[in-house]
């Protein structure tokens, strides 16, 4: 049996997934490196480094994952969660190509290595779909009388409680989301690598630009979206 032929247990592979998600705090499409800081190995390259043949080919930098039982029992309850959620899209056979090939791999016993990079996603769907349902009830409940602030173009300064930050990968950058006064409010931002990330469920000063009224992509309640936001 060669080596791209062999075959892991998805449950090992599946908790690897949820220790790389832990480590890295997101889930991560590139490897990325820094001149005073640790390496952060994408998601799928953890997968591929904890599970190598020969260490001798690993890079310099990597530590094999220490993977908690918490990493286990998460990886037990995403197959179950994930398959729930898409009952009725797998029955009306709309999904899409890649969750397919997903639940197809989280309903098998076995994994070959080619399947690390759809399965190390896993964390982050399970994750997020999960909070994505409490956002949704706490946002009908508290912000049902959301309006847009200021005009387009007008600077903004207030006080803005943080509801949820995400890596957005395709921009390489931070989306936040939050509100002022009872006013939903986002806007992307860079942070240095090397810094603690603002803490959700914390309030603190902004200032910035309007950049356009829109709705929130959740309950399409009026949002306002900012940018050249300046925090502190």
């Not at 997934?17 to 990325?32: H, L, P, Q, V, W």
């Not at 994750?127 to 009908?140: A, I, M």
């Not at 508290?142 to 957005?168: A, D, M, P, R």
């Amino acid at each position: 049996m060669t080596t791209q032929e062999k075959k892991f247990p998805l449950v090992d592979i599946l908790s690897a997934s949820f220790a790389a998600y832990r480590i890295n705090g997101d889930y991560y499409k590139e490897t990325r490196r820094f001149e005073e800081s640790p390496t952060q190995f994408s998601n799928k390259d953890c997968l591929v480094e904890q599970f190598r043949n020969d260490e001798h080919f690993s890079p310099p930098d990597w530590q094999q994952m220490t993977i908690k039982d918490e990493d286990l029992q998460n990886a037990l309850a995403s197959v179950e969660w994930i398959n729930k959620e898409n009952t009725l899209a797998i029955m009306a056979d709309t999904l899409s190509d890649y969750m397919k090939t997903l639940i197809g791999c989280l309903n098998t016993q076995q994994l070959t290595k080619e399947m690390f990079g759809i399965v190390a996603v896993t964390p982050k769907i399970y994750f997020e779909g999960k909070k994505k349902k409490d956002v949704k009830k706490s946002l009908k409940t508290n912000f049902s009388e959301s309006k847009h602030i200021s005009t387009i173009g007008s600077v903004f300064q207030g006080e803005f409680t943080l509801h949820e930050i995400k890596f957005v990968d395709k921009f390489s950058c931070h989306v936040l989301n939050g509100s002022c006064e009872g006013n939903l409010i986002s806007f992307f931002k860079s942070f240095d690598q090397t810094k603690d990330l603002p803490k959700e469920n914390t309030t603190f000063k902004i200032k910035a630009k309007v950049k356009r009224h829109g709705e929130n992509f959740i309950t399409k309640f009026p949002e306002t979206i900012l940018n050249y936001v300046k925090i502190g």
